[in-house]
């Protein structure tokens, strides 16, 4: 009897451990011949372990790449949807691209993005290796020829994080577009502080979203935020060096762009040649609304504070009336250091002013703790607190 049920207890044990093995199966990608020595071409057993990841019916399911490995990967498109709720890429291994722009095979010639995941609900992008983008021999290339590290687009819960890397992209290194619930946390980018158009994560058509606690140092904006993204928070950010934290630029080329309920909060801003700005073009339409930015800490940062309705990034731009409408920003402890006299800038549109701006208890010095100063146009609101420097037009 007493052997009998210790048979039976042995079968009930082996039961639930091939229950969870099947629920929650990972796909290496040297399984499907990856080879790793930063060499040989992955690219190929990359694409077979997501297909099997992918079409795997368990509740969860993972692509996993191996630590003290290097793969080399040619541009790679992830699609779903997949069967699995859950799917997990375990990034520990190294990516690399290709260090020519000449040795890219990209499909009918389109080198736009290296890494793209699409239409994959439930995604989480993790590890602690580094996925290197090899950007330097691309900085010389047009930019609109040159590719985003990584993208993922069109889905819901979605994960970016748990320690990750990111170095030197030839373009962008993150863009998370149209997503609804993403969390990107605890990642770090870096480029060189000269290499062109490096943002750091870009956001556009994104919602119930957030970003916390990443280092990013590129040659451009460490985060930007583009159209149609509501309800974004950002937190505990280190950024620098860089064009600092951005909400733009909107209304290029005349377009309708929407941006509402923005919190940038408890970050630092280093050496940067922007802090917390918002940037539009001339001629543009729609709005930028109910933004706070609060308790962000500035060192040797060029331009603290900036709002910019006049934004153009080539030497001609032609002039016009109408303007993307900013209004509902709230600025609240501010402190800090700004390599420039002037620390703080409003520059609004004449024919659509900037309303309901606050700022709050501000404390910024320039080079040497002079006290800073402002220049302000076009723009209504209130000051209220400690403020330094004082800003006349907000009274």
Not at 21 to 26: G, I, L, R, T
Not at 113 to 125: A, Q
Not at 318 to 341: D, P
Not at 360 to 366: G, H, R
């Amino acid at each position: 009897m007493e052997a009998s049920f210790s048979l039976f207890f042995v079968f009930i044990i082996l039961s639930l451990l091939a229950v969870t093995k099947s629920d929650n199966p990972v796909f290496d990608v040297l399984h499907y011949g990856a080879i790793g020595d930063g060499q040989i071409d992955d690219t190929n057993a990359f694409l077979e372990a997501w297909k099997a990841t992918c079409a795997s019916d368990s509740s969860s399911s993972t692509v996993h790449v191996p630590s003290y490995k290097t793969f080399l990967i040619q541009p790679l498109i992830f699609n779903g949807p997949c069967n699995s709720k859950s799917v997990i890429v375990q990034i520990d291994g190294n990516l690399v691209a290709p260090i020519e722009p000449s040795k890219w095979k990209c499909e009918y010639d389109n080198c736009h993005r290296w890494i793209y995941f699409h239409k994959v609900d439930g995604l989480k992008v993790r590890g602690r290796g580094t996925i290197d983008g090899h950007g330097k021999n691309w900085w010389n290339i047009d930019g609109k020829e040159r590719p985003t590290v990584l993208e993922i687009s069109n889905a819901n819960n979605v994960f970016l994080g748990g320690g990750l890397n990111f170095k030197d992209g030839p373009r962008m290194h993150v863009v998370l577009n149209s997503l609804r619930s993403f969390t990107v946390s605890n990642i770090k980018i870096n480029a060189p502080e000269k290499s062109p158009n490096t943002d750091g994560i870009h956001v556009m058509g994104c919602t119930d979203s957030s970003i916390d606690h990443c280092q990013i140092g590129t040659g451009d904006d460490c985060i930007s935020i583009g159209d149609g993204t509501s309800n974004l928070k950002v937190s505990n950010v280190i950024c620098g060096p860089g064009h600092g934290i951005s909400i733009g630029s909107l209304g290029k080329d005349g377009a309708n762009d929407e941006v509402e309920y923005v919190t940038v909060s408890d970050s630092v801003l280093i050496g940067a040649s922007n802090g917390v700005r918002i940037k539009t073009w001339q001629g543009g339409k729609g709005y930028a609304r109910n933004f706070v930015f609060e308790r962000i800490l500035f060192h040797e940062t060029s331009n603290p504070i900036i709002i910019d309705q006049y934004y153009c990034d080539h030497e001609e731009c032609t002039t016009s009336e109408s303007a993307v409408q900013i209004s509902n920003v709230t600025y609240s402890k501010m402190l800090g250091t700004s390599r420039r006299k002037i620390a703080v800038t409003l520059k609004c549109s004449e024919s659509q002013p900037c309303k309901d701006i606050v700022i709050e208890d501000m404390a910024i010095f320039s080079r040497g703790e002079n006290e800073a100063q402002y220049e302000c146009s076009n723009v209504y609101g209130k000051a209220r607190g400690q403020i330094v420097p004082r800003i006349s037009c907000l009274n």
